[in-house]
């Protein structure tokens, strides 16, 4: 089956540490991006990349980092220096230039 | 700066009826129109994309309107079902190259059995 793929689903992290997040797909897409969303907003744009050794900052990148070694993974890592982790974590996926962006199943990060 | 509105945040509806969902945008230089749905605690699932030259999708019981000089877009949902209960989002892509997508905060759908 093709898509995308997010480990873990649950994530819990205590203050000052490090975490990283995986997001795994076979869809050859050549762009892959992280989004966070709280409850009550809309969902934004943290990191994107369009293609492998590549990305740019999004909205909110700050305490954020990411990496894109392969073109099927995007892994995102939440810093201590990220005020306010504790959010619903989403990857995404898209044809380059085409704008339709498909999602994989999500990670909930919480800090203790 | 683009800023995207979905009013109502929730809307209970009883099965069978048609319903509408409204998405507003303030800058009508957009390249597309997506439409997701989000069951609670779950990813999104696309629906619909609508190119800014485009007028309308459609996808079995859904279609999806755009309007882009009154930044608007609707999703007709047609014999609404129990499973449509989920939250629906819409985001617009800003222009050819740009790969950024802003998102609504969602309206909220319960179907009533």
């Known amino acids: 089956d093709g898509g995308i793929t997010q480990s873990p689903k649950y994530l819990f992290r205590k203050e000052g540490q490090n975490v990283t997040l995986s997001c795994e797909q076979n869809?050859?897409?050549?762009?892959m991006y992280w989004y966070r969303q709280d409850p009550g907003q809309g969902l934004r744009l943290i990191y994107y990349s369009q293609i492998v050794n590549d990305f740019q900052k999004g909205d909110i990148a700050e305490g954020y980092s990411v990496s894109r070694e392969k073109k099927e993974s995007f892994p995102l890592t939440v810093t201590s220096a990220q005020k306010n982790p504790t959010a619903f974590y989403l990857c995404?996926?898209?044809?380059?230039?085409?704008?339709?962006?498909?999602f994989g199943p999500g990670t909930r990060l919480t800090v203790l | 700066k683009q800023e995207v509105t979905q009013i109502p945040a929730a809307l209970s509806v009883p099965e069978g009826e048609n319903l509408v969902l409204n998405c507003s945008f303030t800058?009508?230089?957009?390249?597309?129109l997506q439409w997701f749905r989000q069951d609670p605690g779950k990813g999104l699932t696309s629906l619909l994309l609508?190119?800014?030259?485009?007028r309308e999708q459609t996808s079995g019981r859904l279609n999806a309107s755009l309007d882009k000089s009154s930044g608007r877009s609707t999703l007709y949902i047609a014999a609404s079902q129990p499973g449509d209960s989920a939250t629906y989002l819409c985001?617009?892509?800003?222009?050819?190259?740009?790969?950024?997508?802003?998102f609504g905060t969602g309206t909220r759908l319960t179907i009533i059995p």
């Open positions: 985001a617009v892509g800003k222009d050819f190259g740009n790969e950024k997508l802003t």
């Open positions: 800058d009508s230089a957009i390249y597309n």
């Open positions: 995404a996926s898209s044809i380059p230039l085409a704008h339709e962006q498909f």
């Open positions: 869809l050859n897409h050549d762009a």
């Open positions: 609508i190119q800014s030259s485009q």
